[in-house]
């Protein structure tokens, strides 16, 4: 079984793309990744996700005389900040929601070793009940609790004043695709841009693809001709100190959440 990672729409690619310039990027390797994007990201699987199955920690002793009291249930937990809830039922199956692929919930059987909720079809995978509130996972990297986690929640976009209220170097940290809300993390996205004097910087500080944008109605606009597509850019501030960008590109969208870089903006006083 494998953690796959949600297929993103073609205008992906473009992010991809526009990303590249951070490294300098030029047309060729704009090119191949428009070329290539979306196939590179509908190939990532559980390699990237879970790491090497470990083995069963010897001596761990047992919780409770009643293993299925202590373990079943509902438990949840965040990997790379997306949430995914686990079901361990007292028939000995579970079920396991990823937030980023909740169509294809992945279900199994486990068996209890000693203070070990062994997940016996899932790559040898398993979990040690640290109490009543605690299962953590090694593979996942992350303690699973009782309470559903708190997860980001865009806030409402302002009207700016001016362009200049703009102005700063703004990296990805979150993204809608497809309606699902992801990290840039997850998809190693590093889309970035730098404003500054009436000019954005696709790219970052460093980028090379440097435009002309129109200010209107609070928001930034400008349009980017790619290989394949034409790119529709606005760009937002929103009450929280982030900046929306949203992309369209025909008949795909694609909304980032980008916040400023602190250590950049620490480096420019």
Request: aromatic letters at 10%.
């Amino acid at each position: 079984m494998t953690i796959r990672k949600k297929t993103a729409p073609a205008v992906l690619a473009v992010v991809l793309a526009l990303s590249l310039a951070a490294c300098g990027g030029n047309g060729q390797q704009q090119e191949t990744v428009s070329e290539s994007g979306s196939d590179s990201i509908s190939a990532l699987s559980a390699e990237s996700c879970v790491s090497e199955p470990k083995e069963l920690k010897p001596d761990v002793s047992d919780n409770t005389e009643d293993p299925a009291a202590a373990a079943c249930g509902s438990w949840y937990g965040l990997y790379r900040e997306l949430p995914y809830t686990m079901e361990i039922q007292e028939d000995g199956s579970y079920v396991l929601t990823m937030s980023w692929d909740p169509e294809n919930p992945h279900t199994g059987t486990w068996s209890w070793d000693s203070g070990i909720v062994r997940l016996e079809d899932f790559e040898n995978s398993w979990l040690e009940l640290q109490s009543e509130d605690a299962l953590y996972w090694p593979d996942m990297e992350t303690v699973l609790v009782r309470e559903e986690l708190a997860v980001y929640v865009p806030a409402d976009t302002v009207a700016a004043d001016s362009p200049e209220a703009f102005a700063g170097y703004w990296r990805n940290t979150y993204m809608v695709i497809d309606g699902v809300m992801v990290t840039a993390d997850f998809l190693e996205d590093d889309t970035d841009v730098f404003i500054d004097g009436g000019k954005i910087v696709l790219g970052g500080p460093f980028g090379d693809i440097v435009r002309d944008f129109t200010f209107a109605d609070g928001a930034i606009t400008l349009t980017e001709q790619m290989e394949d597509a034409v790119l529709d850019i606005t760009l937002q501030l929103q009450e929280d100190g982030g900046l929306r960008m949203t992309l369209d590109a025909e008949e795909d969208t694609a909304v980032l959440y980008l916040f400023p870089d602190e250590e950049y903006a620490a480096g420019a006083k």
